[in-house]
C-alpha cells in the first residue's frame, strides 16, 4: 500500500515553454501533498505545500507564479513549471500524505526535468 | 550553518561490515527525526522513525538521537550490496509543518 506515482518519469523542454508534473496517490486520499527538489549532491527542498482545495504554502524564495501548483482532488496535485529556464533543471519529487502529517508522507518516484 | 549537516560520502565499504552514518543539526527545536533511503533515479523511503532521544532497533538497522550533542546515527549491521543507496537524515519540530533533510550520504557496499 501507500504508492506514489508521478508522471513523467523524465522530460526535456526547450527554454520558455512549460511542464506539467502530475503526482498521483493510486491507493489511497492525501489529504497534503508535498514539492520537493533536489540538485545533484543536495538536500531535498521543499518547494510548497499543498492541501486538497486550497492554494498550496510556498516556501520561502520559491516564485509561485513560476511553479504553479494545483490539488485540485484527494489523489491528484500538479507542478507546472511556466518558462521553464535552463536552471529549472533538477530533480522534482512529490510526496503525498493522507494524515497531512510530513512524518507520514510516502514519496514518488521523482521526475527529472532539463531544459535545454 | 545549515540546519542539518550530512557527509556526502561517498562511503564504501565490505559486504557484512557495519555502517554508521550520522547527522549533526543546530535548531534544538527538532524532535522527530527520520532516516530515508533513496536508490538512484527514485524517491526516498522511510527506513526508520524516531521521536526525541533514544534508539530504536528494526532488523539490521539501528537509529540513535542524541539530543545533547545534536547528533543522530543510523547504523547497518552485516551490510549487503543491496544496501548501497544514498541515505537522508530528516528532521521536524514541535510544530512539525515540514521536513528539513540532510544532503545524504552514498553508501556502496562492495560483495
Known amino acids: 500500500g501507500a504508492v506514489v506515482s508521478q508522471h513523467p518519469s523524465w522530460v526535456i523542454c526547450k527554454s520558455g515553454t512549460s511542464v506539467k508534473i502530475e503526482c498521483r496517490s493510486l491507493d489511497f486520499q492525501a489529504t497534503t501533498m508535498f514539492w520537493y527538489r533536489q540538485f545533484p549532491k543536495q538536500s531535498l527542498m521543499l518547494m510548497a505545500t499543498?492541501?486538497?482545495?486550497?492554494?498550496?504554502?510556498?516556501e520561502q524564495g520559491v516564485e509561485k507564479d513560476k511553479f504553479l501548483i494545483n490539488h485540485a482532488s484527494l489523489t491528484l496535485s500538479t507542478l507546472t513549471v511556466t518558462s521553464a529556464h535552463p536552471e529549472d533543471s533538477s530533480f522534482y519529487i512529490c510526496?503525498?500524505?493522507?494524515?497531512?502529517?510530513?512524518?507520514?508522507?510516502?514519496f514518488g518516484p521523482g521526475t527529472r526535468l532539463t531544459v535545454l | 550553518q545549515k540546519e542539518v549537516e550530512q557527509d556526502p560520502g561517498p562511503l564504501s565499504v565490505p559486504e557484512g561490515a557495519i555502517v554508521s552514518l550520522n547527522c549533526t543539526y543546530s535548531n534544538s527545536a527538532f524532535q522527530y527525526f527520520m532516516w530515508y533511503r533513496q536508490y538512484s533515479r527514485k524517491g526516498p523511503e522511510l527506513l526508520m522513525y524516531?521521536?526525541?532521544?533514544g534508539n530504536k532497533e528494526d532488523g539490521r538497522f539501528t537509529a540513535q538521537v542524541d539530543k545533547s550533542s545534536k547528533y543522530i546515527s543510523l547504523f547497518i549491521r552485516d551490510s549487503q550490496p543491496s544496501d548501497s543507496a544514498t541515505y537522508l537524515c530528516?528532521?521536524?519540530?514541535?510544530?512539525?509543518?515540514?521536513?528539513?533533510f540532510g544532503t545524504g550520504t552514498r553508501l556502496l557496499v562492495s560483495p
Open positions: 499543498s492541501n486538497e482545495g486550497s492554494k498550496a504554502t510556498y
Open positions: 510526496s503525498a500524505s493522507a494524515s497531512g502529517r510530513p512524518d507520514t508522507q510516502y
Open positions: 530528516a528532521m521536524g519540530d514541535t510544530g512539525f509543518q515540514k521536513l528539513v
Open positions: 524516531t521521536y526525541s532521544s
